[in-house]
C-alpha cells in the first residue's frame, strides 16, 4: 500500500513542473505590459522602462523563470504588482475561502446526488426516477450564475432570510455553497443511478434480497460499495472543478475568493497572483485526484495490487 502511494505522488512531480513552465510562458508571452498597466495610461516612456527594470522585466526569459522558479522552492511567490503586497498573504485567505465554499457544496451535492440517484436505481424506469432525472438534468443544464441569482432573489430580496452577498458569518454561505453544490448534484445522481443500475441485477444482490435484507441495505450497504467508483471519480473531478471554477459563483455572491482573485489578477496583467494562483489551483486539483485514487485502493483491494 505504502508503495502505491509513493508511486502515484512522483507521478504528481512532472505535471507541477509542466503547469510552472506553461504557466509562466503563458504570462510572458501574453500580449499586454505590466509595467504599463503599473505606472498608468499617462506614463511616460521612462517611467515605465524604470518600472519595468524594478519588476525584473527587462532581463531575458530564461533570467526570469529561473529566479521564478527559485523563489516558489523557497516557498516566495513574490509580490504583487497591483497591489505591493506579498501574493502569498493575499493567497491563503482567498484560498481558505475557496476552499470551505468547494468543500461545503461537495457535501450538498454529493448528498443530494447519491440520494437522488440510489431512488433512481430502487425503482427504475417508475415517475420518481423520471422525474428525477429530469430535475438533474435541469441542474446540469442550468447556469450557475442564472441559479445564484434567482436564489439570492427569492431567500435573500423576497423573504430576507439569508444575506444575498459578502462572507464573515455561516450564512453567508449558505446561498453559494447550495447554488455550487445544486449544479454538481444532476452529475453526481446520473453517475450514482448509472452505475447502481449496472450492480443491483447481479447475484449476490438478489441473493441478500432472498435473505430478506431491507431494500435500503441492498441498495446502499452493498450495491452502492461496489458502484463506487465511478461516483468517486465525479466527486473528485466536481471538487477540483469547483476550486478552479467557483469564479461565477463567487462574483455573484461577492464571495472573496480564490478564482474571482485570479480573473481580476488577469485584467491587471498582475503575473505573480495570475502564477501562484494558478499553480495552487493545479496542485489542489491533483492532489484531489491523488486522494481519489487512494480511495480506489480502499474501495477496491484489486487495484492496489495491480
Keep these: ?62 533570467v ?13 511567490f513574490g509580490r504583487s504588482y497591483h497591489t505591493g503586497e506579498p501574493v502569498l498573504s493575499e493567497i491563503s485567505w482567498r484560498y481558505r475561502n475557496t476552499g470551505l465554499l468547494s468543500v461545503v ?9 447519491v440520494t437522488a440517484g440510489g431512488l433512481a436505481a430502487r425503482y427504475p424506469y417508475s415517475l420518481l426516477d423520471n422525474v428525477s432525472m429530469v430535475i438533474a438534468l435541469i441542474g446540469i443544464s442550468t447556469p450557475v450564475f442564472w441559479l445564484g441569482l434567482i436564489l439570492m432573489y427569492v431567500f435573500g430580496v423576497q423573504l430576507g432570510w439569508l444575506p444575498t452577498g459578502g462572507s464573515g458569518t455561516w450564512l453567508h454561505l449558505i446561498l453559494p455553497s447550495v447554488t455550487l453544490g ?15 443500475l449496472e450492480v443491483i441485477y447481479l447475484d ?19 450495491a452502492l460499495r461496489n458502484a463506487i467508483l465511478p461516483v468517486l471519480t465525479i466527486v473528485g473531478l466536481q471538487l477540483g472543478y469547483s476550486l478552479a471554477g467557483a469564479v461565477l459563483t463567487e462574483t455573484v455572491f461577492a464571495w472573496p475568493g480564490l ?44 487495484i492496489r495490487y495491480d
Design 1 to 62: 500500500m505504502v508503495q502505491y502511494i509513493v508511486r502515484r505522488f512522483l507521478n504528481l512531480i512532472p505535471v507541477w513542473v509542466g503547469v510552472l513552465v506553461i504557466t509562466f510562458l503563458i504570462m510572458h508571452l501574453t500580449p499586454g505590459d505590466p509595467a504599463r498597466m503599473v505606472a498608468g495610461a499617462d506614463a511616460a516612456p521612462e517611467t515605465v522602462l524604470e518600472i519595468r527594470a524594478q519588476l525584473g522585466l527587462d532581463q531575458p526569459l530564461l
Design 64 to 76: 526570469q523563470f529561473t529566479r521564478y522558479v527559485g523563489n516558489v522552492l523557497r516557498g516566495d
Design 105 to 113: 457544496s461537495l457535501c450538498v451535492a454529493t448528498l443530494i446526488g
Design 182 to 196: 445544486l449544479a454538481m448534484a444532476g452529475i453526481i445522481a446520473r453517475m450514482t443511478r448509472s452505475s447502481l
Design 204 to 222: 449476490y444482490i438478489r441473493t441478500a434480497r432472498a435473505y430478506g435484507f431491507a431494500d435500503n441495505v441492498v441498495v446502499y450497504k452493498y
Design 259 to 302: 478564482g474571482r482573485l485570479i480573473v481580476n489578477s488577469i485584467f491587471n496583467r498582475d503575473y505573480p497572483m495570475i502564477q501562484a494562483g494558478l499553480l495552487w489551483v493545479s496542485v489542489t486539483f491533483t492532489l484531489v485526484n491523488f486522494a481519489v485514487d487512494i480511495l480506489y485502493s480502499l474501495a477496491d483491494p484489486r
